[in-house]
């Protein structure tokens, strides 16, 4: 009976992509067209494949009809499945007994917002702690392409995983999808890709999505993810992971949320606070580093590069802020009540660990790692990277000629997606393994070619801080009606 009921969600699903794709034949030939007559800039960076599937992805992100969000959510936490070359044990943490991990994170919250606003109730609804989901997933060497779980226990399935790790490098991984979308489900191929190259594991983190569950929660679940990692509670299946083995890593809306991590611990550890976790005060260590695939810094969407590389990717203008193409309404959507953002409340969509550019100083960071492509996100990365860069972190920086947005999840067999994730895996291996050998380099690797170019950091972007502040202020003090949702999509839609 399971059995039939897979495979009739398997072809529901193949009959509802196969109804998307059907109006897009005149688009789809259009970019055939157009590409073999060299008509596009892009033709002359990319393939014809990776052109088809960006204007088709570009259309189904960003339809003239808006579909509501509790249904575009639905589709893209479908679970697919476990197949191939891969190990998925799911866990679930238990919460601690405790509130002291909340309550840093509150005093995090406090201590990092305007002076004005310190010691102030927060606006924003205080996420309970709850049990946070994750899955462990590792590279399965035996299996083949079409090769399903054994029918086994979530523990033994762990143990087998870790009879295949080489190494005790891990990477708590936060999904991209703009912080209402995906899942861990949805990134499980991309760890199985990334765990191979490492010769470790990854934990990924099934947090709370909004608008249900706006600012802060996946920023508590994240954190106790770690902690879980660190100090694994009663009846975990795990042992404790060191700190220096632990690399923070996430796409998008999930890079946002590593960063964000990493300076809450950042600001925790300033306070010098130990945390009461399951009984005992545990200190607050920050882990070897951080690696971010585009990572969504700019909750305003203030800066150029939304309207101005729109031809590389397929993320839509920036309508963040504005009260036109609102999706209809529906069960989760306006909120109740009301805000203009779907991930954060209107005081706190600046607020630095929602839009990271606005923090100060992030002098005391392990090193960092970042990519990114010729895509709509580009110059908050990039100022991201200066302002890293000038703060005394450590940055490895990579950026790929004509690439759109998360270009690793949406097209995996590129050479460039292929050399991100060596790039993205050298780093987590040399940052585990001994973090000194790790030198900042900020390379521009062309596409096809793959050759690499040295950037001159101080060049790399024309944005102060005080501009790129005042930008983010302005944007907001224009726009008064609630938003559309975020644009980051995952490139599974």
């Known amino acids: 009976m399971a059995t039939d009921e897979k495979k009739e969600n398997a072809l529901g699903g193949r009959l509802e992509l196969l109804r998307a794709i059907l109006p897009k034949l ?34 189904l992100i960003d339809p003239s009809k808006p579909r509501p969000l509790s249904e575009v959510q639905a589709m893209t936490l479908k679970d697919p499945g476990v197949k191939g070359k891969l190990w998925v044990s799911t866990v679930a943490s238990e919460p601690p007994p405790e509130r002291g991990i909340r309550d840093a994170l509150l005093a995090a919250i406090d201590a990092l917002n ?28 035996a299996a083949s392409k079409n090769s399903k779980p054994p029918a086994i226990s979530e523990e033994q399935k762990y143990h087998e995983m870790m009879k295949e790790c080489k190494n005790s490098t891990t ?29 470790g594991r990854a934990y990924s983190v099934r947090y709370r999505l909004a608008p249900q569950d706006p600012f802060p929660a996946a920023l508590l679940d994240a954190f106790v993810s770690y902690f879980t990692l660190l100090y694994p509670p009663p009846g975990s299946i795990h042992e404790a992971v060191a700190p220096g083995d632990i690399v923070f890593g996430g796409d998008s809306a999930g890079g946002n949320l590593s960063l964000a991590l990493l300076r809450t611990l950042m600001e925790v550890r300033r306070q010098n606070r130990k945390i009461s976790w399951f009984g005992e005060e545990r200190e607050v260590p920050l882990p070897a580093g951080v690696a971010s695939m585009s990572p969504w810094i700019d909750m305003a969407q203030s800066l150029p590069s939304l309207t101005r590389n729109q031809q590389w990717c397929y993320l839509p ?61 580009e110059d908050e990365i990039k100022y991201f990277v200066s302002k890293l860069t000038r703060d005394g972190v450590t940055v490895v920086f990579e950026e790929y000629e004509a690439m759109p947005h998360v270009f690793e999840c949406l097209l995996p067999k590129l050479p460039e997606a292929e050399r991100n994730r060596e790039g993205y895996a050298s780093f987590v291996k040399t940052v585990c393994e001994d973090p000194k ?5 900020y390379t521009a690797i062309k596409a096809r070619t793959l050759k690499e170019l040295e950037i001159d950091v101080e060049k790399l972007t024309p944005h102060s801080e005080e501009e790129v502040r005042d930008l983010a202020r302005k944007k907001l003090s224009v726009q008064e009606a609630p938003v559309a949702p975020p644009p980051d999509v995952a490139a599974k839609l």
Not at 173 to 196: E, F, I, N, Q
Not at 437 to 441: F, G, H
């Open 317 to 377: 203008p920036p309508r963040l802020l504005s009260g036109e193409h609102q999706p209809p309404a529906d069960s989760i959507w306006p909120t109740n009540p009301p805000r203009k953002h779907i991930y954060v409340d209107d005081d706190y969509i600046l607020h630095p660990l929602a839009s990271l550019q606005m923090a100060d100083s992030w002098e005391g960071a392990p090193p960092i790692y970042i990519s990114c492509g010729w895509e709509s996100l």
């Open 171 to 199: 990477i708590l991984y936060l999904h991209g999808g703009a912080y209402y979308l995906c899942d861990p489900s949805t990134y499980r191929m991309l760890l199985k890709r990334l765990t191979k190259l490492t010769g």
């Open 437 to 441: 050998k790790i030198k900042p380099s």
């Open 26 to 59: 005149p688009l789809i030939l259009k970019v055939i067209l157009v590409h073999a007559i060299g008509g596009s800039e892009t033709s002359r960076h990319r393939d014809l494949k990776s052109d088809v599937i960006i204007a088709v992805i570009r259309s």
């Open 114 to 141: 305007e002076p004005s606003a310190r010691g102030a109730e927060p606006s924003f609804k205080i996420p309970e702690l709850v049990p946070v989901e994750a899955e462990w997933t590792g590279y399965r060497a």
